[in-house]
């Protein structure tokens, strides 16, 4: 399995409040995303990363936003947290991110609530 | 927009058959179609990988196929087992882009009984 590490894995939260969700990997790879799963929606994607320092939105990035100051670390902030962002949130990680024969390697995932 | 659609929704089969999964997408443009296993409350675990130039990926009792001309792929299980239960992701990867990252379905969740 890819070494990727995401905590905390369940958080219970209040709207409002700040959170970040970390995502760890061991495999020096250049792309990190983070993507978030809902029941009748599937997975969407909220932000990625090629690289430290660069970053980009996905589909669905209103009310996030993401830092990667070291390759191994990608953090997705909620600056105030609502209930729509109740979600189960997986982070992945490519090696090229583009067409080749990458797979993308997801992690555990973070189960968040926010009352 | 790219859209991602698989079917059916849900599927149960008694073990031993063999069964096809579908999944389709609207825009042929893309680098490479994935099909992923989740297990509850767990994460993604990669099955196969295919390229936008290739047909199709065998991996032990998985078959993927893609015809990227009409939009569609096929996930392939012979001999199924009740170890196989899971929801079935499939997620392309477009292409004329940076990396945008994946679109997946909806999936299929599939029961092998026993």
């Known amino acids: 399995d890819a070494g990727i590490t995401q905590s905390p894995r369940h958080k219970v939260t209040e709207t409002g409040t700040p959170v970040t969700l970390r995502c760890h990997q061991t495999e020096n790879h250049r792309y990190m995303y983070w993507y978030r799963q809902d029941p009748g929606h599937g997975l969407r994607l909220i932000h990625y990363?090629?690289?430290?320092?660069?970053?980009d939105k996905g589909e669905v990035s209103d009310g996030y936003s993401v830092s990667r100051s070291k390759t191994e670390d990608f953090l997705l902030t909620l600056e105030s947290a609502t209930s729509s962002q109740t979600s189960v949130y997986f982070c992945?990680?490519?090696?090229?991110?583009?067409?080749?024969?990458?797979?993308?390697?997801f992690g555990p995932g973070t189960r968040l609530t926010v009352l | 927009k790219q859209e991602v659609t698989q079917i059916p929704a849900a599927l149960s089969v008694p073990e031993g058959e063999n069964l096809v999964l579908n999944c389709s997408f609207t825009d042929s443009a893309i680098y490479n179609l994935q099909w992923f296993r989740q297990d509850p409350g767990k994460g993604l675990t990669s099955l196969l990988l295919i390229q936008s130039s290739q047909r199709e990926q065998t991996s032990g009792r998985l078959n993927a196929s893609l015809d990227k001309s009409s939009g569609r792929s096929t996930l392939y299980i012979a001999a199924s087992q009740p170890g196989d239960s899971a929801t079935y992701l499939c997620a392309v990867l477009q292409s004329g882009g940076g990396a945008d990252g994946l679109t997946f379905g909806k999936g299929t969740h599939l029961i092998i009984q026993p």
């Open positions: 990363s090629y690289g430290v320092k660069d970053t």
């Open positions: 992945a990680i490519s090696e090229s991110g583009g067409p080749s024969t990458d797979t993308q390697y």
